[in-house]
C-alpha cells in the first residue's frame, strides 16, 4: 500500500514536470524566480516545485491601430489612422518579458511621435501623395526603438488621412473650378476650330461660285461669238448682227424677269418687238441731242465770258433729252 502510494506521489510530481509548448509560442521558465531559459513548440520537461513557467508569449504578429489628430505643413487639421504589425522576436523572448510591462502601449506612444514628426513636415496634398514614403519612415523609427525591447515592426500603414468637413468641401469646390476652367479653354477651342472649318468652307464656297461663274460668263461670250460668226457667214452685216445679238439678249432678261418669284412691274414699249428698235434709236438721238445741247451752252458760255470779262460765274449745263415717243 506505501509502495502505491509512493508510485502516485512520484508519477504526479514527474507528470508536473513535463509540459507541451504550443506552435508559435515560447514559455519563459523561471528557477527560483530567476530567469532560467525559453522553451520553444514541444515536449519539455521542468523541474518540480523548482522551476515554473513565468509566461507564456505568442509569437504571431499582431497588429495595432493609432489614431491621432495632428496638422500638415499648411495649418490644417488632420485625422491620421495608422496600423502597425509588429511580433516579438524569437530570438529575444526573454528580453520582450523583462524589459517591456506594456508593449501595446509602447509602441503607440513611438507611432504617435513619429506621425507628429513627419506629417507636419508635409502639405495636405504631399501627405495624400506620399503616404507609403510617411510609412516608411514610421517603420524605420518605430522599428528602430522597439527592437532594443526585444519586438520588431514586420509593416506600418497609413490607412487613412482625414481631413475636416469644410477642407473636403474646399478641395472639392477647388477641383471642381479647376476643370470647370479645363472644361471651358475645351469649349473655346472647340468653337474656334468650328469657326476655322465653316470660314474654309466659305471660302472653297466662293471660290467654286467664282470658277462656275467665270465659267458661265466664258460659255456666254463664246456662244455670242459663234453666234455673231454664224450670222456673218450667212451675209448680215456687223450692225444687223448687233441689233440681233442685243436682241436676244433682250428677250432673255424679260424671260428672267418674268420666270422670277419676286413681284416687279415692268414697263414695255407698245410695238414690241419693232419698238426695240425705236427704243435703241430714241436712246442715240438724245444722246446725240444732249451733246450738242452742251457743246452750244460751252460755246455761249465762252462768248459771254469775253464780252464781260469781270464776271466770273458762268451758268451750269442743262441737260435736254427729248420726249420719248409713247
Do not use: C, W
Not at 495595432?64 to 511580433?87: C, G
Amino acid at each position: 500500500m506505501a509502495l502505491i502510494i509512493v508510485a502516485v506521489i512520484v508519477l504526479i510530481i514527474i507528470g508536473t514536470g513535463l509540459y507541451i509548448v504550443p506552435q508559435q509560442q515560447a514559455y519563459v521558465i523561471e528557477r527560483l524566480g530567476k530567469y532560467q531559459s525559453v522553451s520553444f513548440a514541444g515536449l519539455h520537461l521542468k523541474i518540480p516545485l523548482i522551476d515554473r513557467i513565468a509566461q507564456k508569449t505568442n509569437l504571431r504578429v499582431l497588429q495595432l491601430d493609432v489614431r491621432l489628430e495632428t496638422k500638415t505643413l499648411d495649418n490644417v487639421f488632420v485625422t491620421v489612422i495608422a496600423s502597425t504589425q509588429f511580433r516579438v522576436d524569437p530570438t529575444q523572448v526573454a528580453t520582450a518579458y523583462y524589459e517591456l510591462q506594456d508593449p501595446s502601449a509602447q509602441l503607440r506612444s513611438y507611432m504617435e511621435d513619429a506621425l507628429r514628426s513627419a506629417i507636419p513636415m508635409l502639405t495636405l496634398d504631399d501627405a495624400f501623395a506620399r503616404k507609403d514614403d510617411v510609412a516608411s519612415d514610421v517603420q524605420r523609427t518605430v522599428g528602430a526603438e522597439m527592437s532594443r525591447f526585444g519586438f520588431s515592426v514586420v509593416k506600418t500603414l497609413i490607412t487613412s488621412i482625414d481631413p475636416s468637413d469644410q477642407v473636403k468641401h474646399a478641395m472639392d469646390s477647388i477641383n471642381a473650378a479647376q476643370r470647370e476652367k479645363e472644361a471651358t479653354r475645351e469649349r473655346a477651342e472647340a468653337n474656334r476650330i468650328e469657326i476655322e472649318t465653316q470660314a474654309a468652307a466659305e471660302a472653297e464656297k466662293t471660290r467654286l461660285q467664282g470658277e462656275g461663274q467665270a465659267n458661265y460668263r466664258r460659255e456666254i461670250a463664246s456662244g455670242i461669238v459663234d453666234q455673231i460668226k454664224s450670222l456673218q457667214a450667212v451675209g448680215m452685216g456687223i450692225d444687223d448682227v448687233n441689233n440681233v445679238v442685243l436682241f436676244n439678249q433682250y428677250l432673255d432678261v424679260l424671260r428672267s424677269l418674268s420666270e422670277s418669284r419676286n413681284a416687279k412691274t415692268v414697263v414695255l414699249p407698245a410695238a414690241t418687238p419693232g419698238g426695240y428698235t425705236d427704243l435703241f434709236q430714241q436712246l442715240t438721238n438724245a444722246m446725240a441731242v444732249n451733246d450738242l445741247n452742251v457743246r452750244n451752252d460751252t460755246t455761249a458760255s465762252d462768248n459771254e465770258a469775253l464780252r464781260n470779262p469781270h464776271n466770273t460765274i458762268n451758268s451750269p449745263a442743262k441737260l435736254t433729252i427729248p420726249d420719248l415717243p409713247r
